[in-house]
């Protein structure tokens, strides 16, 4: 299995602009989870899915953060607009099953905005 | 509220030497515990975990971790570092059967030559 796959690895944008996070979870997998990773808080969860239905989103910073699991094989995360605090590393990681303790992370995307 | 605290940010220590990475929690049930490391410019790894067995945990890689819950701790160790465990280091907590996982903030481990 190829694991947890991110794209794109590394995003640069300006400041207001429109970013699409991707994520395509491990076959079989019906929980996937978004987390933002900065030095100031560390790993913060931001929304998990089970079976394509968001659980908890309660760490979605604002309404400028959207995220959506339109199938069992992929799901985004959307900033609009974009803003320089944005700047982190976003990781996805899906488990069999809700409450299995076992993540597999995909290997992060590295957003920088300016 | 802080449910996992790692006391040190970063950790170094030199080749062959034992690791001690520490970890507090803090929950009012008995709860599940997992040490994850993350190498650079990868995903985290899950290293162990402890889910009320035996209070000392294997995981991978030669490490180790003891729960006390006299002392609400869960500190991950290694005999001997190799400069291969130089990482990020995160002990994680679920709180209670249906809540996701809460990571801690991280402990830097540095393996000098």
């Known amino acids: 299995d190829a694991g947890v796959i991110q794209s794109p690895r590394h995003e640069v944008t300006e400041m207001g602009q429109e970013v699409t996070l991707r994520c395509k979870p491990i076959s079989g997998h019906n929980s996937l989870f978004w987390y933002r990773q900065t030095m100031m808080r560390g790993l913060e969860l931001l929304i998990y899915f089970n079976n394509n239905v968001p659980i908890d989103d309660s760490g979605m910073p604002e309404d400028r953060f959207s995220a959506k699991m339109p199938n069992a094989s992929f799901s985004t995360l959307k900033i609009q607009p974009s803003e320089p605090r944005d700047s982190a590393v976003y990781f996805c990681?899906?488990?069999?099953?809700?409450?299995?303790?076992?993540?597999?992370f995909g290997s992060g995307t590295q957003l920088s905005v300016l | 509220a802080q449910s996992v605290t790692q006391l040190d940010s970063h950790v170094s220590v030199s080749e062959g030497t034992p690791v001690l990475l520490r970890c507090n929690y803090s929950s009012s049930y008995s709860p599940s515990l997992f040490w994850y490391v993350q190498h650079p410019n990868k995903g985290l790894q899950l290293l162990l975990k402890y889910t009320s067995a035996a209070t000392l945990v294997k995981g991978i890689n030669g490490f180790e971790a003891e729960f006390k819950k006299s002392e609400t701790s869960f500190h991950l160790t290694k005999p001997s570092a190799h400069m291969s465990d130089a990482a990020e280091y995160f002990c994680?907590?679920?709180?209670?059967?249906?809540?996701?996982?809460?990571f801690g903030k991280g402990t830097r481990l540095s393996v000098i030559a």
């Open positions: 994680v907590v679920r709180l209670s059967g249906n809540t996701p996982l809460v």
């Open positions: 990681a899906s488990t069999p099953g809700q409450l299995n303790e076992k993540l597999f």
